[in-house]
């Protein structure tokens, strides 16, 4: 009974967190969370239309199925941004007798995005090394049963709803106990700790701009905001002629 996680480089600044699930069956719902450091930004509209679609997790009609807290702003540069949560549901809950021992395989993938990095000084350096990228850094995510009063996963230990590392209130208040998995790199596949140990973060390279392009930068934006200009100008001149040679035809 373990997870494992992993940051897909999909290119740009669309990363996707893959998670591969290796757990039994269970009455309890098994659920997903993840905080969010002010680089990384989810999309709640696409992760509601997914979650609603039953392409990522289990949809419920309890407001723990899923939650997306923190900014709205998907725009901004990473600068001053707040941090965000995911709460999702995976697995709904059920009968699991007889099925306790029955480990099932799931993978699960969140599509992410990236804020835009401060930009570099330079784009190369005296060893000719290209350093116009920037590492970023993502918690591992925390997967755990939320139980009910007489419900019990698989395996113990029970842990308060306290002991969730969020930096967000979650709706998880009609549980009495939570039930962690372990990453599979560590030794044990269930913790007796409450929060969890977690494996260093995840990583990931993520392209930025570079000052010393800036005053190319602004050159070309000039000269094409001046070639639009004149392009336009030119348009409305020959549809002007156009209009004017059509008259004193007419007139002729």
């Known amino acids: ?11 740009g600044l669309h990363p996707v967190l893959q998670l591969t699930l290796n757990a039994p069956p269970s ?6 969370h993840l905080d969010l450091p002010p680089s990384f930004i989810p999309d709640r509209f696409q992760l509601a239309q997914l979650h609603s679609e039953g392409r990522l997790g289990a949809p419920s009609t309890s407001a723990a199925s899923l939650v997306v807290e923190g900014s709205r702003d998907l725009e901004g540069p990473s600068k001053g941004a707040e941090a965000s949560g995911v709460l999702l549901r995976l697995r709904e809950g059920g009968d699991a007798k007889g099925k306790g021992k029955e480990v099932l395989q799931e993978t699960f993938e969140l599509p ?3 804020r835009y990095q401060p930009p570099v000084p330079r784009r190369w350096n005296e060893q000719g090394e290209r350093v116009d990228s920037v590492r970023v850094e993502l918690g591992w995510p925390t997967v755990f049963w939320a139980c009910e009063e007489g419900e019990a996963p698989p395996a113990p230990p029970p ?3 306290s002991a969730l590392p969020s930096s967000f209130s979650l709706p998880l208040s009609s549980f009495t106990s939570l039930h962690f998995l372990s990453p599979s790199n560590l030794a044990n596949t269930l913790t007796s700790s409450c929060p969890p140990t977690l494996p260093p973060p995840l990583a990931l390279p993520v392209p ?3 000052i010393a392009d800036l005053p190319l930068v602004e050159s070309v934006n000039v000269l094409a905001i001046w070639l639009g200009m004149m392009w336009i100008g030119w348009t409305a001149f020959k549809a002007w002629s156009k209009d004017c040679k059509g008259g004193k035809m007419k007139r002729e």
């Not at 009974?1 to 290119?11: D, F, I, K, R, W």
């Open 112 to 114: 992410l995005h990236l």
């Open 208 to 210: 930025t701009g570079v």
């Open 27 to 32: 009455a309890c719902p098994l659920y997903l």
């Open 159 to 161: 842990c308060p709803l």
């Open 1 to 11: 009974m373990s997870y494992s996680a992993q940051l897909l480089p999909t290119g």
